[in-house]
């Protein structure tokens, strides 16, 4: 079941196509990433999810419904450029932010309380939001994004700006959300936050899918077959007849053929006397994956 | 419509609990007191700056006066002139005149010289002036064969008066008098500066915070949960409560310190006669105009006005002229975003026709119905300003209605003009804004 698709979405601005042609659909309760350098259209596509554009073409269907102006308040938002108002006390931003998506005073200020009680900053309720550090008003920014149970929340470059300890807090957060019911898009150009976090995702470049999929179904499809031995002393082989790739006093990547699997080149190192200390197929990383395609086309 | 409320709740409570504005609305009041006390006692001290003067009388007819004033103190003196010159100054006086031979009783002039050492101003020279022309007058009558009584007849005083009874008003007293004419003028000028007022101090106050959400980066979040528009019009209600707020608070206030400090500063007779000479002094038509009435006369003129019309007028002017123009403001604010500078540009074109409708009130108020004055009460950029400055002055209805009209229609095209480009504006950074871009931010679709 998805809880959104996208079917041919197009935005056309004056004079470039932010969004050609658009399709892709994010599974329920699922960590969805969407990719993109920088300026390749996420941000528009956003846009036009959450009802900030519309789009020129194509259709967008959020839980089995065309999009329409009730769906704002099921939806959560965290911009990439993501502000507060300053000089508010914290209680009131968040029941301003939390009534503004239909929550009424008393559910929103017993959500609110929820939530400050669970990031252990109770007393922050008539603190100033200027008052605060960074950090503390990246927690303030989160709670406004989920107060009101979203069933699609929408984080662009959530980490943007966050310490370790913040952005492993907010990584948490995100997978209770989900382990929840909560499905989760996560647009982001930094791949190595993608390969731990998301389980599909879609690739965009100048405004095209070029790529899109389950994250490790990705990756095995785009393999090259290489495979590291870590061994310990003296190598007795010269692994004749393989494909070395590159080689270092303790190990070794060799490049099968692609009707070949590992088990051959295992029973080659054995044989040959290799201490094997491990062993291990390379899938090609996301950033990789990511850098070629964008590079093809 | 809720989260309209919600908007303008928020915009309204973060600015009247702020510190600045609490301090602003009730110093305001307090400021308009010390420069109501201060020019009061300027005033009163100004007028005490009493010359003793020196007096050498050849003629003898200003010496058998025994002229008195309460600005002047007058001594006479029969030494020699040439003395007198040298030691006026050390005995004291800040003045020495002397008034020649008085020959030919009937020469209208007679040149009478002073010596002092610093420059005197307009009001001591005319005080003088004046002083020892009524005593010549005063000479000149009793030493004619004129009846006194024939000579205070050659006095003229010609009262315009509107003898036209209105067929519409049936017999009913007129009140197109002149005291009513200065109290129009009066009230459109003050209805009419206070709407100037308001357009800049509340307009731009939506301005600021259009830009203040665009800069934070926080206007892209809220317009994930409602349309620009609500955000726009939720802003301009909110200030627009701020501002009656404030004006409620000064309406009240004001008067109340005002009256206040005048209580404070003793209203007695004396004073008021003090002032009369002062402001004789000052020769000013307009306060010479009123002083020919009595405060009960300008109460009734102001009881004849017809306050059913003008209040509900100018309460609706009012919110038109602020609504289009803090449309306008907020329209700006979503352009400029973080430089100020280019910002000025922008809003050339919102502040020249608000200059310009304060120019056109003046001319507005020395002729109410002329054809300026018809055109900027119709022109919806400038009527908020012009017509309530003619509305003392009974325009026609019809003109009235086709104003409100033309005003109403015009806060909804302005406000489509204004949401058009705030919409796309306040998600635009980093991008030097033309008209042009302006012109095309107006055809983009949602």
Known sequence: MSILSLRNVVKQYHNHRAVDSVTFDVQKQKIFGLLGPNGAGKTSLIRIITTITGADEGDVIIDGEPLNEYHPSSLGYMPEERGLYKKMKVGDHLMYLAQLKGLSKKEARQKIGHWLKKFDIENWWNKKIEELSKGMQQKIQFIATVVHDPKLIIFDEPFSGLDPINTNLIKEEIRKLRDNGTSIIFSTHRMEQVEEICEDIVLINEGKVILEGNVDEIKHRFKENLYRIEFDGEIQSDFAGFDIQTRTDTSITIKLPQETDGNELIKYAVATGTHIVSFNEILPTLNEIFIKQVEQN | MHKLWLIAKREYLVRVTKKTFIITT???????????????????????????????????????????????????????????????????????????????????????????????????????????????????????????????????????????????????????????????????????????????????????????????????????????????????????????????????????????????????????????????????????????????????????????????????????????????????????????????????????????????????????????????????????????????FDPPIWEILVSIVILVLSCLFFAWLAGRIYRVGILMYGKKVSFKELGKWIMYKS
């Open chain 2, 26 to 392: 009730l110093l305001t009041p307090l400021g308009i007191g010390l420069l109501a006390f201060l020019s009061g006692y300027l005033a009163a001290k100004g007028g005490q700056a009493t010359k003793t003067i020196m007096v050498k009388d050849d003629s003898g007819i200003f010496v058998d006066a025994k002229p008195e004033s309460k600005v002047n103190v007058y001594t006479f003196s029969d030494q020699p002139l040439d003395r007198l010159i040298q030691d006026y100054k050390e005995e004291g006086y800040d003045l020495l005149i002397h008034i020649p031979e008085f020959k030919n009783t009937l020469s209208t002039k007679h040149d009478v010289s002073y010596y002092s050492t610093e420059k005197l101003s307009i009001a001591t020279i005319e005080n003088v002036e004046r002083a020892i022309g009524n005593v010549f007058k005063e000479y000149k009558v009793t030493n004619s064969n004129i009846d006194r009584e024939v000579y205070e007849s050659f006095k003229m005083d010609i009262d315009l008066e509107n003898g036209a009874k209105d067929a519409s008003k049936d017999g009913e007293e007129d009140t197109s008098g002149k005291l009513s004419i200065i109290i129009g003028t009066v009230l459109g000028g003050v209805m009419g500066f206070i709407m100037y007022m308001v357009i800049f101090i509340y307009g731009g106050m939506v301005m600021r915070s259009v830009m203040e959400e665009k800069i934070n980066r926080i206007v892209e979040l809220m317009i994930s949960s409602v349309k620009p528009m609500q955000l726009m019009l939720g802003k301009v209600l909110g200030v627009g409560a701020v501002g009656l707020t404030q004006l409620g608070i000064w309406l009240v206030l004001i008067p109340v310190v005002v009256i206040g400090v005048q209580m404070l500063m003793g209203g007695g007779a004396q004073d008021v006669q003090q002032l009369q000479e002062i402001a004789n002094q000052a020769n000013s038509a307009a306060i010479e105009e009123v002083n020919d009435f009595d405060i009960n006369q300008i109460i009734t003129e102001f009881g004849k006005l017809n306050w059913l019309l003008i209040i509900p007028t100018f309460v609706i002017f009012f919110f038109g002229g602020y609504f289009i123009y803090s449309s306008l403001f907020a329209a700006v604010g979503s352009a400029i975003g973080d430089d100020m500078g280019e910002g000025q540009q922008l809003m050339f074109p919102i502040i020249l026709p608000v200059i310009l409708a304060f120019i056109m009130m003046q001319g507005t108020l020395q002729n109410p119905n002329g054809g300026m004055a018809v055109f900027g009460s119709m022109f919806p950029l400038t009527s908020p300003i012009i017509m309530p400055a003619r509305l003392a």
